[in-house]
């Protein structure tokens, strides 16, 4: 389960992303890779509901992003997913709170 470093996780981003439609079937079922995450890689958040408000697309590349929502605001945990390979890359703990030094 590699959890990506900051660095890394930038990498797979493209200049302009495309919101992928809420409707839209994700390209393969990625719900094993996260149910196999370690619970401390969940930075003590609750991502238990499941909920994905967000995926984007990115373009360039074969990466598309799909944010798990937790059930504190604004914190989602990425699976970078390769839409080439149906693999999941890894994932990230995004915290717009802290990013953004929101309290």
Do not use: I, L, Q
């Given at each position: 389960m590699p959890k990506l470093?900051?660095?890394?996780?930038?990498?797979?981003?493209?200049?302009?992303?495309v919101r992928v439609d809420p409707d839209e079937e994700p390209p393969f079922d990625f719900w094993p890779y996260f149910e196999a995450i370690p619970p401390e890689d969940f930075g003590g958040h609750d991502f238990s509901a499941g909920a994905v408000p967000y995926a984007w697309r990115m373009p360039a590349s074969a990466y598309e992003h799909v944010l798990v929502r937790s059930e504190t605001p604004?914190?989602?945990l990425v699976l970078v997913l390769d839409v080439v390979?149906?693999?999941?890359?890894?994932?990230?703990l995004l915290d717009l709170n802290r990013l953004y030094g929101v309290p």
């Open positions: 470093t900051e660095d890394r996780y930038k990498a797979t981003m493209a200049p302009h992303p604004n914190v989602f390979d149906n693999s999941v890359v890894g994932h990230h």
